[in-house]
């Protein structure tokens, strides 16, 4: 089954939260990997990274820490990379139907049950297809008008571990800008989703950029937040140490 970090644990558990990596730095992952994250999800499709430098930065990251990786995109084979390098789970950007969603969630499973071939190259895997199946998560991103209108038939798709919600992409879907996360066609379409995963009892995921933000969308029952990444946390840290530095000085 997945990872404890991507199950579902029901009303009243806290969320999960986890790291974002754009980085291709080893040493940033590893710095990362001990911060105390409950996982470390790494992006291809954004940052300039593909999947195959997605799987060199896993060896940084202990095998018992939940890693998923956000695929550039639906292709099958992408999603049988990720997972075989290691990742605990992916990412599949802009599902908008039952029938994507279903895609995804085959892209993760053996035949019969989907269409993934089989090939894990980490060792930590071992080679009990069953339980290299069972362990992966897949996440679909719900990041356009037609997928929240679609979201209960998304989230009651077999085999979904959840969804995660694109705030910037809905809003450039709906004329706004990307980010206006407290929008009130952004607040109600994100109160939506949180409502249909609970319902179906799915996880509920989605980046935080600020801690504002992210206690706004923990309030709202999303159960798994990244807290924004890897760039956020240089540009954070950097300034705050300058503004010291100058204080002083």
């Known amino acids: 089954m997945p990872r404890d970090a991507f199950k579902f644990k029901g009303a009243g558990s806290k969320p999960v939260l986890g790291g974002f990596i754009t980085f291709d730095s080893m040493p940033m992952v590893e710095i990362l990997a001990g ?25 940084a990251i ?43 969630v085959a892209a993760c499973k053996y035949n019969p049950a989907g269409n993934r071939s089989f090939g894990p190259v980490r060792k930590h895997l071992g080679f009990d297809a069953k339980e290299i199946m ?34 910037g992409d809905l809003a450039v879907n709906l004329g706004l800008h990307p980010l206006e996360p407290h929008h009130p066609k952004i607040r109600e379409a994100t ?21 504002e933000h992210i206690r706004d969308v923990i309030e709202q029952g999303f159960t798994m937040v990244t807290l924004s ?12 140490m300058l503004k010291a530095g100058r204080a002083v000085r």
């Open 62 to 104: 202990p095998t018992e820490m939940p890693v998923l990786v956000r695929v550039g995109n639906t292709d099958g084979s992408l999603i049988g990379k990720a997972l075989d390098s290691g990742a605990d789970g992916v990412i599949v950007p802009m599902v908008e139907t039952r029938e994507q969603a279903a895609a995804a």
């Open 35 to 59: 911060i105390g994250f409950d996982y470390l999800a790494i992006d291809t499709q954004h940052a300039m990274l593909d999947v195959v430098m997605a799987g060199r930065l896993m060896y």
């Open 191 to 211: 109160k939506r989703v949180a409502d249909a995963c609970q319902r179906a009892g799915v996880v509920a995921g989605m980046h935080g950029q600020t801690p």
């Open 134 to 167: 069972e362990r992966a998560a897949c996440f679909v991103m719900i990041e356009t008008a037609k997928a929240v209108e679609n979201i209960d038939e998304i989230v009651t798709t077999p085999g979904v571990t959840g969804v995660y919600f694109g705030s």
């Open 229 to 240: 990444g890897d760039r956020t946390y240089i540009a954070r840290g950097a300034g705050d």
